[in-house]
């Protein structure tokens, strides 16, 4: 691969660019899924895509192929060239990344299991979860898939990097009907091999929530104390994590644009971006320009210290890249985040969970229903309204609503244990939040 | 041609003698070109070619899907080696009748025509669209504009015979508005699209465009909160009709049916909606953004009637949920690419033309909310339960419009909230969308004419 990319950055500086860089993406995948004890659907794939940047006279141009023939990548030369011509000068976008010397990290761990055996596991995983409640009329999303990828980046300067990664993922889910009630709830886990996976847990965790929400009603319109579950914590934060880009405060559509070095969430929440966490499940390196990855403080106590920068957004602001430049093979250069850290607070368990409070373990139409720039929120979800720890009533069909601004400094108080989310790339204590909108009966 | 007919039969031969019941091969060529264009520059042109073939084998019931970027006659055989080895047994072995795959002749749904032009015919548009948007206000901070047009190649192969060839052009503007008052900021944001070329953007009303996304960021930063609670909802044509979409649409497609993950599963012939609603998913309208000519099984594709005057008449149906359901295909097989098998998906879906106007809904609803714009939304097919945002919308008091208000979501259940619909106008119109399931992010178009829901739960911070 790597004499491929080395030879269509030559063709392409050959054919007039300053400069190139090139990121390939391959991967390999098996899905599989299991409906009504039999084997339903069986996936197996494997794509590369190349993309190509070309840097000429200060103006920038992509292109991709998904072939790798001859023709086909000197066409994808052309195209990145000539999409240059017409693209405005950008003061600010450029390849200048030189290491010393190639970074190859590998995270491959094979899995010994046979493709018997992972037949077996989803056929497991619907018929098990199936036994467990008379109750349950369907399955809609079981199964398991297998992928495995590789990353590739290399520029003009001769800057090399490549990561390859492979991991197992299941998922099962039940749909449970009394009388004219149906509730239902999905799972997932995620482990590098077959024998890691624990079934039982996500199962549980699946019925635990579908069985309680037959009983779910609305809770009446008014203001509550929330804690959210980690992992829509995970998607509340996901929705506004354009407030961390240099490269949207370029483009005044961050409204935390003039906010560096200012109050923007409460003085207890700390909150770091960490791409090799210990703890993480996937662990990210190098950055889409070659740039070796740290940890980047991004609200310390309350305050907004830095922003997710490339090296063009870096250059715009006269500071240096904090190694979040991402690019997939088809689209350009933006930034990125990885796995999120938020520093633990003082609080124990008994004393964050002490009251009356809403427990919110699932959300739909965070995406639809969050606006980055303004920062109002409001998404439907369920889950259960709790007392001194206790769940003493399951929730459904409420909205909950707020601003991201206000939510971050309406902390009431923060735990002192981490937990994660199920992907494993997002670690915060429980947090109550006060008196956010929610709309029921 | 994108595979040649002996290789594609080689490998069909193949599939068969390995005791696959179907064989199918769908080959695509697209090519894409996107520009965005923000804070008055061009950020980025990309352009490239997405190519590659899958390979879909039907054991009995059992679906199993490959694909691979590569088109050669010995990765392909692989391919369904691979999958075959796992179910093949000698017993099941076949041999194919030799096949004549004669080009399947089907009535070619109409396309708006590409004119050829230089990319900076294109931006020049992208320039105009943009001047107009902030010509609207000095609030008007920022526009940004993203013109999108591809061209999909596709050819599909099966063991029964079939060989049939689409080209589908496709181009879409998606604009959007930044208001900006002191720190308030506020978007609004106008995303057509059509299946066809660059004769589109010229008959585009640009100064409608732009105004659209002004005005709607405008009013969005003069907005207060929206106040919660049950009540009752005007919500008006085009892009609203992405709610029949989440809470019904899904609903009706047999990937949810055959699996029983629907709650309208077992409905057919019964009254699912209030009698007002009839809908429609049609693959046939000319030049419109989620039309087909035949769908990715190479069927062509048909108006279906989902609803007539409350009950429901069909379900959108594909290969697979034929032989699961029983239900009459109806030329919805679709995916997003060759990376995925096909699945029964929306094209053009529409609840149909009433008799009532908005006077009428207004003078009916008391207090309540008037939607003037939506915006996306989801659905949980299981239980039914869906949501949406609301991108423009004001309080009504006394049935007449008041302040404009933000933050406001719609949710509830699909099989209540088709029978609160109790009033349907005759202003329908349609409007470009994505969606996205389990084959992919594909065009589809939603739409409806005004309409008032009786009751719903409204989301909101006041």
């Given at each position: 691969m790597k004499n491929l990319i080395q030879k269509t950055i030559d063709r392409a500086m050959n054919s007039g660019a300053d400069a190139c860089d090139i990121i390939v993406n391959s991967s390999d995948s098996l899905n599989l899924s299991a409906q009504d004890a039999k084997l339903e659907k069986f996936k197996v794939a494997k794509t590369s895509v190349l993309g190509i940047r070309v840097v000429k006279n200060k103006?920038?141009?992509?292109?991709?192929?998904?072939?790798?023939?001859?023709?086909?990548?000197?066409?994808?030369?052309?195209?990145?060239?000539?999409?240059?011509d017409y693209s405005d000068v950008n003061e600010f976008e450029d390849i200048k990344i030189k290491n010393s010397s190639d970074f190859v990290k590998e995270n491959i761990e094979k899995d010994s299991s046979s493709m018997e055996e992972k037949i077996e596991f989803a056929m497991k995983l619907e018929s098990e979860i199936r036994k467990r409640d008379s109750r349950i009329t369907a399955v809609p999303y079981n199964g398991l898939s297998v992928a495995e990828s590789h990353s590739y980046y290399m520029n003009s300067l001769g800057t090399y990097t490549?990561?390859?990664?492979?991991?197992?993922?299941?998922?099962?889910?039940?749909?449970?009907?009394?009388?004219?009630?149906?509730?239902?709830?999905?799972?997932?886990?995620?482990?590098?091999?077959?024998?890691?996976m624990n079934l039982n847990q996500c199962i549980e965790e699946t019925l635990e929530h579908a069985v309680s929400w037959l009983k779910a009603a609305p809770v009446a319109t008014g203001k509550y104390d929330v804690v959210f579950d980690t992992n829509v914590l995970s998607e509340i934060l996901g929705a506004f994590s354009s407030c961390f880009s240099a490269k949207e405060a370029i483009e005044k559509t961050n409204p935390w644009e003039n906010k560096l070095q200012h109050q923007v969430a409460d003085m207890n929440f700390t909150m770091i971006d960490s791409p090799l966490y210990v703890d993480a499940f996937f662990k990210q390196h190098v950055d889409s320009e070659g740039v070796l990855k740290k940890d980047l403080t991004l609200i310390e106590n309350g305050v907004l210290k830095s922003f997710y920068h490339n090296t063009a957004t870096a250059a715009y602001y006269g500071t240096t890249t904090t190694g979040h430049a991402a690019r997939g093979a088809k689209s350009a250069l933006g930034v990125s985040g990885s796995n999120w850290l938020i520093k633990a607070g003082i609080s124990s368990k008994d004393e964050v969970t002490d009251g009356s409070y809403l427990e919110i373990i699932d959300v739909m139409g965070i995406g639809p229903g969050s606006d980055s720039v303004s920062g109002e929120f409001s998404f439907g979800a369920s889950g259960y309204l709790c007392k001194n720890g206790k769940r003493i009533q399951p929730v459904k069909g409420i909205t909950v609503a707020g601003n991201f601004n206000k939510l971050l400094n309406s902390i009431k108080c923060m735990g002192k244990d981490l937990e994660h989310n199920h992907s494993r790339g997002m670690f915060a204590p429980l947090i109550k939040f006060s008196e956010l909108y929610v709309a029921g009966k | 041609m994108l595979l040649q007919k002996e290789t594609a039969h080689e490998v069909i031969a193949y599939a068969v003698s390995l005791g696959a019941d179907f064989c199918e091969l769908f080959i695509e060529k697209t090519s894409v070109q996107s520009i965005l264009y923000t804070s008055k520059k061009i950020k980025d042109i990309s352009s490239g070619i997405d190519s590659g073939i899958g390979v879909r084998l039907i054991y009995g019931d059992l679906a199993l899907y490959a694909y691979s970027n590569s088109n050669k006659k010995e990765d392909l055989l692989d391919m369904v080696k691979k999958l075959a080895s796992q179910f093949s047994t000698k017993a099941s072995h076949k041999s194919?009748?030799?096949?004549?795959?004669?080009?399947?002749?089907?009535?070619?749904?109409?396309?708006?025509?590409?004119?050829?032009?230089?990319?900076?015919?294109?931006?020049?548009?992208?320039?105009?669209?943009?001047?107009?948007?902030?010509g609207h206000s000095p609030l008007i901070s920022q526009v940004s504009i993203r013109f999108l047009q591809k061209e999909q190649n596709i050819e599909i192969y099966n063991s029964e015979g079939l060989h049939a060839t689409e080209t589908r052009p496709y181009i879409r503007i998606y604009s959007e508005a930044v208001a900006q008052d002191g720190s308030v900021q506020a978007t609004g944001s106008v995303s057509p699209g059509r299946r066809g070329g660059f004769n589109f953007i010229e008959t585009l009303n640009l100064q409608q465009a732009a105004e659209t996304a002004a005005k709607q960021a405008l009013v969005v930063l003069k907005a207060k909160p929206c106040p919660a609670g049950v009540m009752p909802v005007v919500i008006e044509n085009g892009f609203g009709g992405v709610i029949f979409h989440e809470a019904c649409g899904h609903l009706l497609e047999t990937t949810s049916v055959e699996t029983r993950s629907s709650v309208l599963w077992d409905k057919k012939g019964e009254m699912i909606a209030h009698p007002a609603v009839s809908a429609v998913d049609d693959g046939t309208n000319e030049n419109m953004w989620g039309s087909l000519s035949i769908d990715d099984e190479g069927m062509p594709t048909q108006r279906t009637q989902l609803i007539k005057n409350g009950i429901l008449e069909n379900f959108i149906c594909d290969k697979i949920g034929n032989m699961k359901t029983g239900h009459a295909r109806t030329g919805s097989g679709r995916r997003q690419s060759y990376r995925f098998a096909p699945a029964s998906r929306m094209r053009n879906t529409f609840i149909d033309k009433g008799t009532s106007t908005l006077d009428d809904m207004m003078q009916s609803m008391g207090d309540g909310l008037y939607c003037a714009a939506m915006g996306g939304g989801s659905v949980n097919p299981g239980t039914g339960e869906f949501n949406f945002s609301v991108n423009e919308g004001y309080l009504v008091k006394n049935g007449k419009i008041q302040n404009a208000i933000k933050g406001a979501t719609l949710i509830g259940k699909g099989a209540d909230i088709l029978h609160k619909i109790s009033m349907v106008g005759n202003n329908l119109e349609l409007a470009a969308g994505m969606c996205g399931s389990v084959s992919g992010s594909i065009p589809t178009t939603v739409g409806q004419p005004v309409l008032k829901v009786d009751d719903i739960l409204v989301g909101g911070q006041a």
């Open positions: 103006k920038i141009g992509i292109s991709y192929s998904e072939s790798f023939d001859d023709d086909a990548l000197t066409f994808a030369v052309k195209s990145s060239l000539e999409n240059a490549e990561e390859s990664e492979s991991y197992l993922s299941g998922y099962t889910s039940a749909l449970l009907k009394e009388g004219d009630i149906t509730s239902m709830h999905y799972s997932s886990m995620q482990e590098r091999s077959l024998a890691m | 194919l009748t030799a096949l004549n795959f004669t080009p399947l002749q089907y009535k070619a749904i109409s396309a708006l025509p590409n004119k050829d032009v230089l990319l900076t015919e294109k931006i020049e548009a992208l320039k105009k669209l943009d001047t107009l948007t902030r």
